[in-house]
Nanobody
């Protein structure tokens, strides 16, 4: 069982920055993939960025050049630095952990963090 606790959401003006953090209850070196998803009003939840324990990183196109995902093994955390934020980035952001078991991959989710980009 993996518990994920998020912090760092809030209200920011267009062009501003926010940093989301997510702390895992287990050693993240044992987690196959960590990531951030988001769900805007009326939208389905979708991937923002992910990072594997091999170091492989993936960004969705809208996040490239503006968002940076990183992991801190010492703190068992995964972070999302978001710069040049736009109103369309407004959403609830969820931390995600994918753990490999012999029976398959299981997903774990954080509680969600509201990010609102508005003037």
């Amino acid at each position: 069982q993996v518990q994920l606790v998020e912090s760092g959401g809030g209200l920011v003006q267009p062009g501003g920055s926010l940093r989301l953090s997510c702390v895992s209850s287990v050693d993240i070196k044992s987690i196959y993939q960590l990531g951030w998803y988001r769900q805007g009003p009326g939208d389905i939840r979708g991937l923002v960025a992910s990072i594997r324990n091999t170091g492989e990183i993936e960004y969705r196109k809208f996040a490239e050049g503006r968002f940076t995902i990183s992991r801190d093994n010492a703190k068992n955390s995964v972070n999302l630095q978001m710069n040049t934020l736009k109103p369309e980035d407004t959403a609830v952001y969820f931390c995600n952990a994918q753990v490999k078991y012999t029976s398959g991959i299981k997903h774990y989710w954080g509680q969600g963090s509201q990010v609102t980009v508005s003037s």
